[in-house]
């Protein structure tokens, strides 16, 4: 079940109908609970004990941390059980295959024999970001920051809340379980902004991201487990030319940030309409000024767990400088493999490292604000470098896509068709028409437009404008709807 | 509550509303069998006088060369049409009755019904499918509701097809998936291009062969009427 499904829809009435029906805060919780456990048994009701087995997991080592810290003694061999538990059942589940398949090419490289074992292991859906979540809960009890929650239903509430579970954002315990403890009022909720987060969200996702995958697929290929409809061409992109490329590459980057900043809309607006406040995780994030402004305005919540647990925990910048850079380039490396289990993904990391690394050296040699006229265009130009590595169905590819990316060249002439007549455009136009809608989703999107508009317009003319929208939207989904790119993470 | 209740029903004028001058712009069938037999009908066979309507049985059983064949024997000359739709079931009927009629050659003269379709049940199992959608109209969602509540089904079955109605009955009023071949349209229609024919259909009757899948099927049937 998705959220662009009309099943979901129905689902989230039903939900949100018993929700708000219900007058205490402990019978809401179950509803939630029922809710959120169903939503997820939708994709595969076995992994239900995974996601279950995991929260108990974690709820019950920290409590054993904050004990053992009560009595004296020292707690990390909890935090171990609880890191083991959760990085085995990851890497058992995402990266068995992987280190697998990679140790056998190792090990045939070096001459010695070595045959394929290969698992047929199902990943289950939002296992990356569970994981995460549940984790950075043990951390935080453990390093106290965070007194441990008593309830095992609370915190099995706050792992798989529906909003958020299967693909973000990644939410705080210190920031959700204190909502679990206040009753929610109705008249509390602003409608108007939950509705509009979801529709904005809606359109981000089914209009446009589903409708720009087009021209992505014809030249990357399809992505996995995506039938290729008969009677369609699909890559290889070395079959392509170079301005194709181009043009595949500009509309990947359209698609995967509306496809996933459009999920995190509609999660947040569909938390808000239930009285729950989720964290903002994207924020315009192609209009950075560098490479560490992108990742300060790029899936958020990922880099600002990256940068808690991850980058604060190997030493962050307390130390050499060198000692900064093998930091930042091993969160970003570990980052890229956190998306996926391939090596596309880890150069796709090694790219956004070595750039973080780049623009720290800048800043150091010639000081903030410097070239600033081509920082822009510049982080844009490595950022849609590295979502090559990132869709690419193989490495060959990647070689192909980068080296047109790079220096403007491809061994293919074959055309990326755009839609009906737009082929027969003008390349500039052609372009254009590509990087058009991002830039309008931009301005309308921001808030310093969007929200003046909406409170200086009367309440009742906003309900029936968000009802027009909501028709024209819908009209444009199409009916076999892409499931979320972020879903096989 | 009464404030609530209206914000509720306007957000539904306005979704509907628009949703249903989307429909009046645009108020061909979708792009099934249907629109198919349509426009064949309105741009090949202006002089049909015999119509065909009814189910699969007809769709595939009826052949007009056939009928008019036998029909000129006995000395009753007729231009027939195949206008059955598989599937097709009698809260259909007015819709597609409807849509037929009122792209009819103006020499029509009869229409024969297939009463095997003339009967209460609706097919679930081919969710969200062109013809579904597009047969599952606003106007025919009571007499839809009238048959699941009292067809023979058991519960568990009233209940998925009470879904199979709403779902397909909230797709075709909100016209959900449809921008995309409106535009497609437009655009071919503004190059002064002929509409594509996704199901070519030859004289009303089988699929073209030269296009269709079912070939195996065919012969099978022909040697059966040889």
């Known amino acids: ?489 | 509550m009464i404030r609530r209740l209206a914000h509720v029903a306007l957000f539904l004028v306005g979704m509907f509303g628009t949703s249903t001058a989307i429909r009046h712009a645009d108020p061909m069938p979708f792009f099934s069998w249907t629109r198919q037999k349509i426009v064949h009908l309105q741009s090949q066979v202006a002089d049909v006088d015999t119509l065909f309507l009814g189910s699969s049985r007809f769709n595939y059983g009826v052949r007009p060369e056939l009928f008019d064949a036998r029909m000129a024997q006995l000395g009753v000359p007729t231009k027939s049409f195949n206008a059955a739709l598989s599937g097709l079931r009698q809260v259909d009927h007015d819709e597609v009755v409807e849509w037929i009629l009122r792209h009819r050659s103006p020499a029509l003269k009869r229409v024969v019904i297939e009463l095997h379709s003339w009967r209460q049940q609706i097919r679930g199992g081919y969710w969200f499918t062109d013809q579904e959608i597009e047969l599952h109209t606003l106007r025919s969602f009571l007499p839809r509701m009238q048959a699941v509540l009292t067809d023979d089904h058991g519960l568990w079955n009233k209940v998925t097809e009470t879904g199979f109605v709403l779902a397909h009955t909230l797709t075709n009023a909100l016209c959900i998936g449809q921008a995309d071949r409106i535009v497609k349209e437009r655009l071919i229609v503004g190059r002064g291009e002929p509409l594509p024919k996704i199901y070519p259909v030859r004289d009303g009757g089988w699929n073209d062969p030269a296009v269709s899948d079912m070939a195996p099927m065919i012969a099978e049937h022909e040697e059966f009427e040889r």
Request: aromatic share 16%; glycine share 8%; with cysteine.
């Open chain 1, 1 to 489: 079940m998705i959220f662009s499904e009309p099943r979901f829809l129905l689902f989230f009435l039903l939900v949100f109908s018993v929700h708000w029906l219900l007058r205490s805060n402990a019978p809401r919780k179950h509803v939630l609970l029922a809710a959120s456990l169903y939503f997820y048994g939708c994709w595969d009701w076995r992994f239900l004990a995974l996601i279950v087995g995991a929260s108990m997991c974690d709820w019950w080592c920290s409590l054993r941390i904050d004990a053992a810290r009560a009595r004296g003694e020292k707690p990390k061999r909890w935090l171990w059980l609880s890191l083991c538990y959760n990085l085995g059942t990851l890497g058992f589940f995402k990266y068995f295959n992987f280190f697998a398949d990679s140790a056998v090419v190792f090990l045939q490289w070096l001459g010695l024999p070595a045959s394929p074992v290969t698992l047929q292991i199902v990943l289950p859906v939002g296992i990356s970001f569970f994981t995460f979540q549940t984790m950075s809960y043990t951390l935080d009890v453990w390093r106290g920051e965070l007194k441990p929650v008593r309830s095992p239903l609370d915190f099995l509430l706050y792992v798989t809340f529906f909003p958020q579970l299967v693909a973000g954002p990644i939410v705080r315990a210190s920031t959700f379980l204190p909502q679990l403890d206040t009753v929610r009022r109705f008249r509390d909720v602003d409608v108007h902004r939950a509705v509009g987060q979801f529709l904005s969200g809606f359109i981000k996702k089914s209009v446009v991201a589903d409708l720009i995958a087009g021209p992505v697929d014809q030249v990357f290929g399809p992505p996995f487990g995506v039938q290729v409809p008969p009677g369609e061409s699909f890559g290889p992109p070395a079959d392509y030319s170079a301005t194709s490329i181009w043009i595949a590459v500009v509309c990947y980057a359209i698609q995967i940030y509306c496809d996933f900043s459009g999920y995190s809309d509609m999660a947040i607006g569909t938390a808000r309409l239930l009285g729950y406040e989720l964290c903002e995780n994207f924020r315009f994030p192609y209009l950075a000024s560098s490479i560490t402004d992108f990742w300060r305005r790029w899936h958020m919540s990922l880099s600002s767990w990256l940068r808690d647990y991850l980058y604060i925990s190997l030493g962050g910048n307390r130390g050499s400088r060198w000692f900064t850079h093998r930091n930042l380039m091993l969160t970003m490396l570990l980052g890229g493999l956190w998306h996926g289990a391939g090596w596309t993904f880890v150069v796709w990391g090694a790219i956004h490292g070595l750039a973080l690394v780049v623009h720290k050296e800048w800043l150091r040699v010639a000081g903030p604000g410097r070239l600033s006229l081509l920082s822009r265009p510049l982080t844009i130009y490595t950022v849609l470098l590295a979502w090559i590595f990132f869709r690419a169905r193989t490495w060959e590819d990647s070689w192909v896509m980068a080296k047109a990316w790079l220096f403007l060249g491809s061994p293919g002439a074959k055309e990326v068709s755009l839609g009906a007549g737009l082929v027969d455009w003008p390349i500039g136009v052609r372009f254009l028409a590509v990087v058009a809608p991002l830039l309008l989703l931009h301005v309308a999107a921001s808030r310093r437009l969007y929200e003046p508009l909406r409170r200086a317009l009367p309440a009742w003319l906003v309900t029936l404008l968000f009802g027009v929208v909501a028709a024209i939207a819908l009209s444009c989904v199409p009916l076999a709807a892409r499931p979320f790119i972020y879903f096989q993470f």
